[in-house]
């Protein structure tokens, strides 16, 4: 990481703040764009709001070695209950906020002659989840988009990878996880015994972002304590 500048969309909370956290670290520069500032020490900050049709992305610099989006959303509803503006809020902070993002930085990445991409999908993509067909509907398209990213932009050495986490101690998910009970019981549900924790994402983020990851893209990888794909 150590010379890299990398951006992070989302890096108030979280997943994103704590990659920035281990980016800077590892002596990389991290530009953070969102609503709110993470206050991270060494952290270049530019308020974004994804959702704004104007949004000015003049902040991203001519040059980008990485490039991490990681808002999200949970919106945990029987299908039947889900209204049109919240399939739509989705799709607007997981997928349209990222194609915009990635438009807007793809000159810097391909300048950088050697760039990382690095996506947020969701187990529940792979698995199929009560509750959960808003949200993997929304990181489905995500997936999609990464994988033709991958594709289309290789021949400009940009690689471009997602990452599908199960259950995460993030505020995000501060309902799921607001008891011992349901601590517990989100442990019982994955192989490995507990669920996911930011630094456990942030490590594979900043893997992804490294030259050691320089010959993987267009992957999704499960970082997920086992359960899109076990059953002990």
Known sequence: MQG???????????????TAELAISRGA??????????????VDHYNLDITDANADYSFIP???????????TINLKPFHRIKEEEFL?????????????????????KAANSASVVLYSTVAVKLGMNFHSSIALA????????????????????????IAPSLTDTPLAGRILSTDDKKEASN?????????????????????????????????????????????
């Open 4 to 18: 890299k500048t990398i951006l992070i969309i989302g890096a108030s909370s979280g997943i994103g703040s704590t």
């Open 29 to 42: 520069t991290v530009i953070s764009a969102s609503r709110t500032n993470p206050n991270i020490t060494g």
């Open 62 to 72: 001519a040059e980008l070695n990485g490039l991490v989006y990681a808002p999200g």
């Open 89 to 109: 809020h989705d799709l607007n902070i997981n997928v349209l906020g990222a194609t915009k993002v990635l438009q807007a930085a793809f000159k810097s990445l």
């Open 139 to 162: 990181k489905g398209a995500v997936e999609g988009l990464g994988k033709s990213l991958a594709a289309e932009w290789s021949s400009h050495n940009i690689r471009v990878n997602m």
């Open 188 to 232: 019982k549900r994955h192989p490995i015994g507990r669920y996911g924790e930011t630094e456990d994402l942030a490590e594979i983020s900043s893997f992804l972002l490294s030259d050691q990851s320089s010959w993987i893209t267009g992957q999704v990888i499960g970082v997920d304590g086992g359960i899109g794909s076990l059953k002990p």
